[in-house]
């Protein structure tokens, strides 16, 4: 059974960092390729960002882009979102989740955890 579980979130002025971590287990980490999702209340999960198995080329959403970096350790089965620049546009709860493949950032499992709630003030 996949087991996700993110953490890093947190209440932030607007320009400040946050790091978030997601710990994956119950699948082979290093097989799949990983992205970050966020969801505000009544609005669907939004895929923002994604890095292949082996790491290598990321891809973002464009209203991340140039903010937010994507990293993964295979030996420790983590994923990584490094979010710098924070905007209140930002403030919502991010996801992880194993991806099939990169091409798009649409959700391709229905593998979820909890999530962790990031908000942003002005």
């Known amino acids: 059974q996949v087991h996700v579980a993110e953490s890093g979130g947190g209440s932030v002025q607007a320009g400040d960092s946050l790091t978030l971590s997601c710990i994956v287990s119950g699948m082979t980490f290093e097989n799949y390729p990983m992205g970050w999702f966020r969801q505000i209340p009544g609005k669907e999960r939004e895929g923002i960002s994604c890095i292949p198995s082996s790491g290598g080329s990321t891809y973002y959403t464009d209203s991340v882009k140039g903010r937010f970096t994507i990293s993964r350790d295979n030996a420790k089965n983590t994923l990584y979102l490094q979010m710098d620049n924070l905007k209140p546009e930002d403030t919502a709860m991010y996801y992880c989740?194993?991806?099939?493949?990169?091409?798009?950032?649409?959700?391709?499992?229905?593998?979820w955890g909890r999530g962790t709630q990031v908000t942003v003030t002005s």
């Open positions: 989740a194993p991806k099939k493949a990169c091409v798009i950032l649409a959700p391709d499992f229905n593998y």
